[in-house]
């Protein structure tokens, strides 16, 4: 088994951990060291099987160590993915066992999907996408850092730009686009376009703030 550390002890990372136990059930294949986090206090008032290590912004990656993305926001993952990939950290795609990969291309570093998530014929997915229980279109395109949460409707040929956050049950129309760091609210119903640096929400979604 290899030793994994999961970056970040919030939710989503207590879930990441989640996850890498169901790969273990299915083939033994990760150590879970336990967290890195900035918030020594993240697990209070939570049970949780594994404990922080220490911060991330004095953390020295190790070569015999493998990483996990357990934070969800877009600018967080950047920021920190791209200061522990350049101290040499190896970050591991994390696949719940249950999510089916149809695209013909190549995935990029950092992959974490939730279960049943679906990744269909011809998508693109950059690195760091965090992609929760949903199901991809076909041809659609995921790029570095994007967060998908649960239940969202990604119809075929969407394209998420580069730090966009999509919120549980958002939908987007065929083939539309969803700009550089903006976010996409619950529930919304995306029919046009959406600028970067844009927050949308409602049905249809219209802009809340920039």
């Given amino acids: 088994m290899k030793d994994i550390i999961v970056v970040g002890a919030g939710g989503c990372g207590r879930e990441v951990a989640n996850w890498i136990e169901d790969i273990n059930a299915v083939n033994e294949t990760w150590n879970i060291l336990g967290f890195i986090d900035d918030n020594e206090n993240a697990l209070a008032g939570f049970k949780c099987r594994y404990k922080i290590l220490g911060d991330i912004k004095n953390h020295t990656p190790r070569n015999d160590i493998f990483y996990a993305m357990g934070i ?116 919304s119903v995306v029919i046009r376009n959406v600028a970067d640096n844009t927050k949308v929400f409602g049905n249809p979604a219209r802009v809340f703030a920039k």
């Fill in 72 to 187: 969800a926001n877009p600018k967080v993952k950047k920021i920190v993915g791209n200061d522990l990939v350049k101290k040499g950290a190896e970050f591991a795609s994390i696949i719940h066992p249950s999510t089916h990969i149809y695209t013909e291309y190549p995935i990029g570093v950092g992959l974490v999907t939730y279960p049943n998530a679906k990744i269909a014929t011809g998508c693109k997915i950059g690195d760091f996408v965090t992609l929760q229980s949903t199901i991809l279109g076909h041809d659609s395109q995921l790029e570095d850092y994007v967060t998908v949460s649960s239940s969202c409707g990604i119809t075929g040929g969407v394209k998420l730009h580069e730090g966009c956050f999509i919120a549980d049950h958002a939908c987007i129309a065929v083939g539309l686009e969803v700009g550089i760091n903006a976010y996409v609210g619950i529930g």
